[in-house]
């Protein structure tokens, strides 16, 4: 059986989104996903987390944040979207500790 067209997008972003993830350009990863509305490819779960890690391993987390708010509107468990959001924050306000302290210095 043959998958329709747009299911081929779908795939084809969501893989170059986490290439790029994985690559640490969070830039194009997000540029990609952002793509996906304007070239009518709908987004999901899977695609909405991999452009948050990409967010998050580039330190955009205002950023991450925004996109898991967006997630939560598509209708994602909130059990999911609150964990995350805990996670994203924790890693922030420790990052925040850390510059803190080095300037102390």
Same mark, same amino acid.
Request: charged fraction near 20%.
């Given at each position: 059986?043959?998958?329709?067209?747009?299911?081929? %997008?779908? $795939? =084809? /972003?969501?893989?170059? &989104?986490? +290439? /790029?993830?994985? @690559? !640490?350009?969070?830039?194009?990863?997000?540029?990609?996903?952002?793509?996906? =509305? @304007?070239?009518?490819? #709908?987004?999901? =779960? &899977? =695609? /909405?987390?991999?452009? $948050? *890690?990409?967010? !998050?391993?580039?330190?955009?987390? +205002?950023?991450?944040?925004?996109?898991? #708010?967006?997630?939560?509107? $598509?209708?994602?468990? *909130?059990?999911?979207?609150? %964990?995350? *959001?805990? %996670? $994203?924050?924790? +890693?922030?306000?420790?990052?925040? #500790? &850390?510059?803190?302290?080095?300037?102390? @210095?």
């Amino acid at each position: 059986a043959s998958w329709p067209a747009s299911e081929h %997008r779908h $795939i =084809t /972003y969501s893989v170059a &989104i986490l +290439v /790029y993830q994985k @690559d !640490e350009q969070w830039v194009n990863a997000l540029q990609l996903f952002r793509e996906m =509305t @304007d070239g009518a490819v #709908g987004r999901d =779960t &899977i =695609t /909405y987390n991999v452009a $948050i *890690s990409a967010c !998050e391993s580039g330190e955009q987390r +205002v950023q991450a944040l925004q996109l898991l #708010g967006e997630l939560a509107g $598509i209708g994602a468990p *909130s059990h999911h979207v609150q %964990r995350r *959001s805990h %996670r $994203i924050r924790n +890693v922030s306000a420790m990052g925040t #500790g &850390i510059a803190a302290l080095s300037r102390d @210095d």
